[in-house]
């Protein structure tokens, strides 16, 4: 089983910045596709950004230029950086993990998710 831990939301305006933080536990982590989702209030959860085993990165096409994913496989984390944020950019933020994904930006092919972190974005 792999626990997935997101901190760093809070509370920002708009035009900062913010970097969540998600740690996985296990031994394996350097071999998991990690993603980021997030949830407006009424809306469906939506893909962020995903990094997979080797470093490779996918952002939905919204996000391009202000999120940046990374990861750091000596410290089971990976984060996300996210620059000039918008109100619309208010959401819980959820770190998923999974050891084989296909279709990276499906919420379904992720095994793991954590509890979400609260990023408010006041205009």
């Known amino acids: 089983q792999v626990q997935v831990v997101e901190s760093g939301g809070g509370l920002v305006q708009a035009g900062g910045s913010l970097t969540l933080s998600c740690t996985a536990s296990g031994r394996t982590f350097s071999r998991y596709a990690m993603a980021w989702f997030r949830q407006a209030p009424g809306k469906e959860r939506e893909f962020a950004a995903s990094?997979?085993?080797?470093?490779?990165?996918y952002y939905a096409d919204s996000l391009k230029g202000r999120f940046t994913i990374s990861r750091d496989n000596a410290k089971n984390t990976v984060y996300l950086q996210m620059n000039n944020l918008e109100p619309e950019d208010t959401a819980v933020y959820y770190c998923?993990?999974?050891?084989?994904?296909?279709?990276?930006?499906?919420?379904?092919?992720?095994?793991?998710w954590g509890q979400g972190t609260q990023v408010t974005v006041s205009s």
């Open positions: 990094i997979n085993w080797s470093g490779s990165t």
């Open positions: 998923a993990a999974s050891i084989a994904v296909v279709r990276r930006v499906a919420a379904g092919e992720y095994d793991y």
